[in-house]
């Protein structure tokens, strides 16, 4: 089976880049991005496949993507919410919409990550606290 690993890689610079982002770059044949993304990694990514998503390209990437793994998780706009309103509650941790969608895909398949060790990435705390939706 593929493995995706879905890594956050700092603030824009290669040098805050961890050791563990590092090494799962290294096991991947395939690496997915915006451009701004891929280019902070650059130095990293050399040799692999790269699919780099821009707003105008991101239905072709997807669709891309989708040759290149099993299956996808989709997950709604409801239970990104959801998950996002866990990470506060529970993990006392501010993080924008954008960092929710890898608990909400755990949480819906919760089969699929059963007895196995899951790392999720949270990102962000970009976020007007007047406009939550919770």
């Known amino acids: 089976m593929n493995k995706v690993f879905a890594v956050g890689v700092g603030p824009g610079s290669s040098k805050y880049v961890t050791d563990i982002v590092k090494d799962a770059i290294s096991q991947c044949d395939v690496v997915i991005g915006y451009g701004y993304t891929i280019k902070t990694i650059e130095e990293f990514v050399k040799g692999k496949k790269i699919l780099e998503v821009t707003m105008e390209n991101q239905e072709d990437a997807y669709q891309e993507i989708a040759k290149e793994v099993h299956s996808i998780i989709r997950i709604t706009e409801d239970e990104i919410i959801e ?8 993990l006392k941790i501010v993080c924008e919409p954008s960092g929710a969608p890898s608990l909400a895909a755990v949480l819906k398949s919760k089969k699929l990550f059963n007895n196995k060790k899951v790392g999720i990435i949270i990102t962000g ?6 406009k939550l939706p919770f």
């Open 83 to 90: 998950s996002m309103k866990i990470i506060w509650e529970r």
């Open 125 to 130: 705390g970009n976020v007007d606290l007047n």
